[in-house]
Nanobody
Framework: QVQLVESGGGLVQPGGSLRLSCAAS???????MGWYRQAPGKQRELVAI???????NYLDLVKGRFTISRDNGNNTVHLQMNSLRPEDTAVYYC???????????WGQGTQVTVSS
């Protein structure tokens, strides 16, 4: 079992930047890692994903502004968010999906608020 802890959320002005981190309790080498977000009254959506092989994919709305990366040596995943917009406001969740089983793990989420 993998425990995920997100950090780095907060309040930022439009156009600003935040870097989210997700620390895993054990090795993430065998996991595809992702960031999801859920805004009030909306469904949770996939923001970015990075495979075991470090292939990435992004929600169209964040392409060119967000960058996902992984550090297998430190069991961490990051989401660099630039040019933030009010519509990026949401709770952001880290996700680990096993590459060899049906196991999926979630963090507790971190709040990102973009407002002037």
């Amino acid at each position: 079992q993998v425990q995920l802890v997100e950090s780095g959320g907060g309040l930022v002005q439009p156009g600003g930047s935040l870097r989210l981190s997700c620390a895993a309790s054990s090795s993430i080498t065998m996991y595809h890692m992702g960031w999801y977000r859920q805004a009030p009254g909306k469904q949770r959506e996939l923001v970015a994903i990075i495979s075991r092989e470090s292939n990435t994919n992004y929600l169209d709305l964040v392409k060119g502004r967000f960058t996902i990366s992984r550090d297998n040596g430190n069991n961490t995943v990051h989401l660099q968010m630039n040019s933030l917009r009010p519509e990026d406001t949401a709770v952001y969740y880290c996700n680990a999906r096993s590459a060899w089983s049906n196991n999926i793990y979630w963090g507790q989420g971190t709040q990102v608020t973009v407002s002037s």
